[in-house]
Structures are given as structure tokens and as C-alpha cells.
């Protein structure tokens, strides 16, 4: 069985989900950063595909940057929360990771969820 990673974000401050959040996803390896992907979120909040396929996932350190920004738009301001980057481990590649992100032009939370 291989495993795959997902994401899916929620803007909490309208109570919705995120459609057109930029998200990108990198692996770190030697404390350098490779870009992998860079996708937008549906209508749903979701990428339309996963993040990393079936057969592809491997064993390591990943991030995902999530463009929370420019999805709030500050109309030309400074955001308080400008790229949210999730750094995490993958120690079990033939498992399902899955990388939510709850954000605000304020906050964000996250975990590892199902």
C-alpha cells in the first residue's frame, strides 16, 4: 500500500472554505528547500489532486506554504499573516497524510488529520 498527502483549508474568518488559496509544497533535504508543486485550492478548499500522488511519497521532511496573504487580500496593506509554512516529518510513506490549515487574516491552526 502507498500512502499519499492532502490538504484542505478553511477560512475561518468568513466560515468557508478557501477556493483559490496558492499552496506550495517543497522537500526539505540538506536544510535546502526543493520545490515540488505549486497548486490552488477548489471551491471545496481542497487541491484537486493530492499533493503527492500514490508511489511518490517518500520518507522525509516537507512543507507546505500556504499564501493566506494574498487569499485575504488587505487591499495593498502589510497582512499580519502573509505565507503560513507548515514544516513536518514523514516517517510512515505508505500512509495517508493529511495537512489541514484553519486561517484567518489573523490566526491559523493545523494538525494531522484523516
Not at 533535504?29 to 505549486?38: M, S
Not at 499573516?81 to 484567518?104: K, T
Amino acid at each position: 500500500m502507498s500512502g499519499f498527502l492532502t490538504t484542505h483549508v478553511l477560512d475561518t474568518a468568513h466560515g468557508r472554505p478557501a477556493a483559490g488559496l496558492r499552496v506550495e509544497l517543497f522537500k526539505i533535504e540538506d536544510d535546502e528547500r526543493k520545490l515540488l508543486k505549486t497548486l490552488r485550492t477548489n471551491s471545496d478548499g481542497r487541491t484537486d489532486e493530492p499533493l503527492i500522488l500514490e508511489g511518490e511519497f517518500e520518507r522525509g521532511v516537507y512543507e507546505i506554504v500556504f499564501f493566506v496573504g494574498e487569499y485575504f487580500g488587505e487591499g495593498g496593506d502589510i497582512p499580519f499573516l502573509d505565507e503560513v509554512p507548515i514544516r513536518f516529518g514523514i516517517s510512515s510513506p505508505e500512509e495517508h497524510y493529511h495537512v489541514p490549515l484553519l486561517a484567518s487574516p489573523w490566526s491559523y491552526s493545523t494538525y494531522r488529520g484523516s
